[in-house]
């Protein structure tokens, strides 16, 4: 029987339930168990630690990874150090650190998402920026109002509108500044000290600015575990720019064509068994406003009835109930058949 390693986190257990697989609540450790043993895999789950890495041949298998939600995204960090570390040593992990990497990192997505050979997901148009130096320089010629994104945070927090440039500069100066008040002082000595030398900058606090795309009055959360797809229709507040933490939640089996044939283009993007899109549509085009490939919320399939998937004939809903442990083993073997 093939070998699955499933990186846990330093939390272990969470309730009757193991919180280190690859959602922040986590699945049922024994359901689990049972649907990866039904697809033909033992699922081992191992700690991040070397004690316990060096216990297993990571060779016989894959290692699948999750990720974490920590304050500062410490932890999350040091998953993606061994997620790197071990893809560099030839093992098979899954997602690809690539996508590790982009959780929690919205700018790190956005590079990914703007250099991508696939042109249709390349809307709405982003920017990034490191310094507020940077920022500066380039505000003037932005298309005004643009969202501005800090890198973490889910639920539109850490994501504000700005309708002018003025506003923009309030808003970068704000969520980009890096203090450290060593820092600053050893800066006050050194520019006493050296005539030509050039500070620090205290506003490093890395930000994409997105293109905002005017009187939408929804978007959808498309979660997509491997052929099936599950659709959340999110009501724009009145007054309002975000469906994102709304709470305003719809299940509906009608929806614009050609919503299921790009939510596949995104999925497709980037090798994933699973993803979590928001997708945006203005009545002629679809945008990819933000997506996830790995922990993300999993409220759309286990609150969900129905499901779309795609036959020769198209795509069809199929009624029905989903359980999440299943169709997470699910997709993950069809990933890895691949």
């Not at 507020?132 to 800090?150: N, S």
């Not at 506003?203 to 052929?227: C, M, S, T, W």
């Not at 797809?229 to 929806?255: I, N, T, W």
Request: aromatic share 14%; with cysteine; hydrophobic share 35%.
């Amino acid at each position: 029987m093939k070998k699955i390693f499933f990186i846990t986190d330093y939390k272990g257990y969470f309730g009757s339930k193991y919180h280190s697989t690859p959602y922040r609540g986590g699945m049922d450790h024994d359901i689990l168990l049972h649907h990866m043993a039904e697809r033909g895999y033992e699922a081992v789950f191992v700690k991040p630690l070397k004690e316990e890495i060096e216990k297993h041949d990571f060779t016989a298998g894959i290692v699948v990874f999750g990720s974490h939600q920590d304050q500062g995204l410490h932890y999350k960090r040091y998953l993606e150090d061994l997620a790197v570390a071990l893809d560099a040593a030839g093992l098979t992990v899954c997602p690809s650190p690539l996508l590790i990497r982009a959780h929690e990192n919205k700018v790190f997505f956005e590079m990914m998402r703007q250099t991508s050979g696939i042109q249709e997901i390349r809307k709405p148009r982003s920017w990034w920026y490191g310094s507020l130096d940077e920022f500066m320089a380039a505000a003037a010629g932005l298309p005004y109002p643009v969202l501005i994104k800090r890198p973490e945070g889910s639920m539109s927090r850490g994501v504000s509108l700005a309708r002018s440039e003025n506003e923009a500069k309030k808003i970068t100066r704000r969520v980009m500044k890096t203090p450290f008040l060593r820092g600053k002082l050893r800066d006050t000595v050194r520019r006493f000290r050296h005539s030509n030398y050039v500070a620090e900058s205290w506003h490093r606090g890395k930000v994409v600015v997105q293109e905002f795309i005017p009187g939408l009055k929804n978007d959808y959360k498309i979660l997509v575990f491997g052929a099936k797809y599950y659709v959340l229709y999110r009501k724009v507040k009145e007054g309002d720019f975000r469906a994102s933490g709304q709470g305003l939640l719809e299940y509906r089996r009608e929806f614009p064509e050609g919503l299921l044939d790009f939510a596949e283009k995104c999925f497709g993007a980037f090798r994933a068994p699973q993803a979590s899109l928001d997708i945006g549509y203005d009545g002629s085009r679809y945008y990819l406003f933000e997506a996830q490939y790995v922990c993300f919320g999993t409220y759309t399939i286990e609150n969900s009835s129905f499901y779309f998937t795609r036959n020769e004939e198209g795509w069809t809903c199929v009624d029905g109930s989903s359980c999440l442990e299943e169709e997470y083993a699910e997709s993950l073997a069809r990933f890895l058949a691949l």
